[in-house]
Nanobody, 126 residues
Framework: QVQLVESGGGLVQVGESLRLSCVAS????????MSWFRQAPGKEREFVAG????????RYSDSVRGRFTISRDATNNNMSLAMNSLKPEDTAVYYC???????????????????WGLGTQVTVAF
């Protein structure tokens, strides 16, 4: 099992930027899929962006494409999410998720992922 710890959340104004980080420990990440999800109060957890660890193939949700950039650092076992042009609707707890099994594409379903972090709060204020 992989332990995941997110960091980098905070309170920002509309239009500002944040960079989230997810550090994996417990084993070396050398395969599988790692993704970001978010959950706003009263809403279901939703897929934000994901990356296939070996190929680097990416996937973004329509709501963040063009504003968010996901990347991975295989050497340091971590993944980042650069978030630009933040909007109030981006306010949520952001979670890192991982599964060692590969897939053809980056899955967006929460049920695919077996390992989850505890999340980091992102608040975008007017």
């Amino acid at each position: 099992q992989v332990q995941l710890v997110e960091s980098g959340g905070g309170l920002v104004q509309v239009g500002e930027s944040l960079r989230l980080s997810c550090v994996a420990s417990g084993r070396t990440v050398n395969s599988g899929v790692m993704s970001w999800f978010r959950q706003a109060p009263g809403k279901e957890r939703e897929f934000v962006a994901g990356i296939k660890w070996i190929s680097g193939n990416l996937r973004y949700s329509d709501s963040v494409r063009g504003r968010f950039t996901i990347s991975r650092d295989a050497t340091n076992n971590n993944m980042s999410l650069a978030m630009n042009s933040l909007k109030p609707e981006d306010t949520a707890v952001y979670y890192c998720a991982y599964r060692t099994a590969g897939s053809v594409a980056v899955p967006s379903a929460t049920t695919f992922y077996t390992d989850w972090g505890l999340g980091t709060q992102v608040t975008v204020a007017f």
